[in-house]
């Protein structure tokens, strides 16, 4: 019999680590001969400098982090990549519930209808300034993350001026509920449970989701030290047959239940089963996911688990567009092999599966569930529209800068 493979990946107690900790919990991992020790930590910091010093071979992983390693905007830096997605969606944006009552009584808030909360926040927004008080603060949990990013988005399509109308503060996931019952932000993008959290505490309210700011949109990925990967191809391409496999399980709705309380247990997420399960079934969205066509958190439909360039193009427009790196043919090129659909591909096409026949698509393109080319099979993708109706085409990433610089700029 071959050798077991040991297999040490960190993770942030979130629910979209549903796929690493299926892996584990349901034997996948182990029928692929790895022994998978899943090592929980507080801080994305603490993942991307474990990862960069060899304390972990894989990890959850946030989607621009292993881009911002490949630009030199990290301690530690080591090259990282993304051979796989985790899931598409699974965050949102909560208020305290006195910014939530003074949103709702200038315009009536949708969780779904980003622009709805969005442009009561404008009104706020404004009235703050014009009358000399302190500006609203939220809360994100890395610069370098999917949620800065799309609360900048929001904020900015709605009319907001991240930079300068608000401020923006670091905070680790498990401690957003924690920071704004303190009154220590007025608000916070993360992923779940921690909205649930404050939901259920009466510290918050959700004003809108990350899958309704753009829907199918990326998220965590699994990051891999490079340096591993070129060394073990054939156990990497093990992992990521066992993640996909536990995706899949992650996806069927009879599993729910029993992924809730798996991922409820102490050294996962410690919270109840019956918050936990809301993102998983998508019941965090009050029951009109299903018919607005939103799904709140995607393990597996639609290529959920692809990693498209496209994806990795985007988050680097939106480095260049905040600050955060200079544009040039080079970092964009460097940020677009951080994603490794190769790889995805050579290790999944011996599962016969309908794969992504492109490495990268027009992000905002599709209105509707559209069939796509594949490499078997048939494979549908579901809507990925941004709420502002804007269009992210990867081969056109010059004028889709150009386009968004301007925002930046303070308004008179």
């Known amino acids: 019999m071959a050798a077991t493979t040991d297999i040490f990946a960190g993770f942030i107690p979130l629910t979209d680590s549903a796929i690493l900790v299926a892996a584990r919990e349901c034997g996948f991992a182990e029928e692929e001969r790895i022994a998978l020790s899943l090592i929980r ?22 989607a621009p982090m292993p881009i911002a390693a490949a630009l030199g905007l990290t301690p530690l830096s080591q090259a990282v990549l993304a051979p796989m997605a985790l899931g598409l969606g699974g965050n949102a944006v909560t208020v305290s519930l006195a910014l939530f009552d003074e949103m709702q009584a200038v315009n009536p808030v949708d969780m779904l209808d980003p ?9 706020l927004v404004r009235q703050r300034r014009d009358t000399g008080r302190p500006r609203l603060r939220f809360g994100v949990v890395h610069p370098h993350s999917g949620h800065n990013f799309e609360l900048r988005y929001w904020l900015a399509s709605s009319g907001i001026r991240p930079d300068e109308d608000v401020e923006i503060v670091i905070a680790p996931p498990p401690f957003m509920p924690d920071v704004l019952a303190a009154g220590r932000v007025d608000g916070y993008c993360v992923g779940e449970p921690w909205n649930s959290v404050a939901v259920a505490s009466g510290a918050g309210r959700i004003a809108t989701v990350k899958s309704a700011i753009w829907n199918s949109s990326p998220e965590k990925v699994l990051g891999v030290h490079a340096d591993w990967a070129g060394r073990n191809p054939e156990t990497l391409a093990r992992l990521i047959r066992a993640l996909y496999r536990a995706a899949q399980w992650c996806a069927t709705r009879e599993n729910h239940a029993a992924l809730a309380h798996i991922l409820a247990r102490p050294d996962y997420l410690d919270q109840p089963a019956s918050l936990v399960i809301k993102a998983i079934d998508g019941s965090i969205l009050g ?14 439909a639609g290529a959920a688990t692809f990693p498209w360039q496209s994806h990795a193009l985007w988050f680097y427009s939106q480095m260049v567009r905040w600050g955060q790196v200079a544009h040039t043919p080079a970092n964009a090129e460097a940020a677009r092999r951080c994603f490794r659909p190769d ?42 529209g941004f709420f502002d109706g804007a269009v992210f085409d990867p081969d056109r990433l010059d004028d889709y800068i150009a386009a968004q610089m301007p925002l930046r700029t303070p308004s008179a």
């Open 41 to 62: 930590e507080t801080s994305w910091a603490n993942i991307r400098d474990r990862i960069a010093i060899g304390h972990f071979q894989a990890a959850h992983m946030l």
């Open 115 to 123: 622009a709805s909360s969005g442009a009561a926040l404008r009104q």
């Open 343 to 384: 790889i995805y591909r050579a290790a999944l096409t011996p599962l016969g599966g309908a794969l992504p026949g492109a490495n990268a698509k027009v992000e905002g393109a599709l209105k509707q569930p559209s069939p796509v080319g594949a490499t078997a099979g048939s494979l549908v993708l579901a809507a990925d």
């Open 287 to 300: 029951g009109r996911g299903a018919r607005s066509g939103i799904a709140f958190f995607e393990p597996f």
